[in-house]
């Protein structure tokens, strides 16, 4: 089994910065594309940012120039830079993880989701 783990969601200022971190743990051979997802009440889930094994990244054209995903493949871990936040980024964030196990087996893992909030 693989587990996934956000962090960092809060309470900021529209204008404000905010990082988010995703853990990825258990018998894992290779993660391919790591990547990041919101829902806001209401609303279906988007795609926020996505990066591939190689480096290659994608993103919403909502987030472009504003965020900036990062990945550390030694560690099984991403990152989520948030910057120039606006209140219509409020959701909650998840964190998805694809790739094969030791087994090997495919698989592909959410996190519980993080908070976060762009408010005055």
């Known amino acids: 089994q693989v587990q996934v783990v956000e962090s960092g969601g809060g309470l900021v200022q529209p204008g404000g910065p905010l990082r988010l971190s995703c853990a990825a743990s258990?018998?894992?051979?290779?993660?391919?594309?790591m990547g990041w997802y919101r829902q806001a009440p209401g609303r279906q889930r988007e795609l926020v940012a996505t990066?591939?094994?190689?480096?290659?990244?994608n993103y919403a054209d909502s987030v472009k120039g504003r965020f900036t995903i990062s990945r550390d493949n030694a560690k099984n871990t991403c990152h989520l830079q948030m910057n120039n936040l606006k209140p219509g980024d409020t959701a909650d964030y998840y964190c998805?993880?694809?790739?094969?196990?030791?087994?090997?087996?495919?698989?592909?893992?959410w996190g519980q989701g993080t908070q976060v909030t762009v408010s005055s």
């Open positions: 258990g018998s894992i051979r290779s993660i391919y594309d």
């Open positions: 998805n993880a694809n790739g094969v196990t030791t087994t090997p087996r495919p698989f592909d893992s």
């Open positions: 990066i591939a094994y190689s480096g290659i990244t």
